[in-house]
């Protein structure tokens, strides 16, 4: 079986976000108060302590964002599954409301009365099928569509739904 995603809800999703831009924020926070620091204090005016304030600075923000990173990138990492299975969620809903949309709309076809304008007006059906359809009448069963060898099985499985035989 595939492996467990922990679905989360959009305030979990929300609540992730906030915590990722916090992380960011107190990085860059210590980040400037650190390079910062060698500026404010006072005395050792000259080139050799200022190189030494500049590397401590660096050492010390670099240790800091050392530190920060793991935790980021397993922010990263929830956030980027959540942001998927919304967008798998998304798509699922979207077909299932272009299907339930052509179900409600659409009266079944009949396949021994139904025009080539009609029937090439089905899912996957060309005019040249539509034609072979009208050819092949009468029909007992829509389903016969297959058995004559009309249709394909992947054919007839598209219209099946949108087909009735009277």
Not at 29 to 39: E, F, K, P, V
Not at 124 to 130: H, L, T
């Amino acid at each position: 079986m595939g492996s467990k995603v922990k679905w989360l809800s959009s305030k979990q999703y929300r609540r992730g976000r906030y915590i990722l831009r916090a992380a960011w924020a107190a990085c860059a926070t210590a980040a400037m108060l650190l390079a910062g620091c060698g500026y404010f204090q006072v005395g050792g005016s000259d080139a050799a302590a200022q190189k030494a304030r500049d590397e401590k600075t660096r050492e010390e923000v670099a240790k800091a964002t050392e530190n920060a990173k793991p935790e980021l990138q397993e922010a990263g990492r929830k956030l980027g599954e959540a942001a998927k299975t919304a967008a798998d969620d998304a798509k699922a809903a979207a077909e299932g409301v272009k299907e339930g949309w052509d179900r409600g709309t659409h009266a079944p076809v009949d396949l021994n009365a139904a025009s080539e304008t009609d029937l090439s007006s089905l899912p996957g059906i060309s005019r040249r099928d539509a034609h072979r359809i009208v050819a092949n009448r009468p029909y007992s069963d829509r389903h016969d569509l297959v058995s004559k060898g009309v249709l394909t099985d992947d054919q007839y499985a598209a219209i099946r739904d949108n087909v009735t035989a009277k």
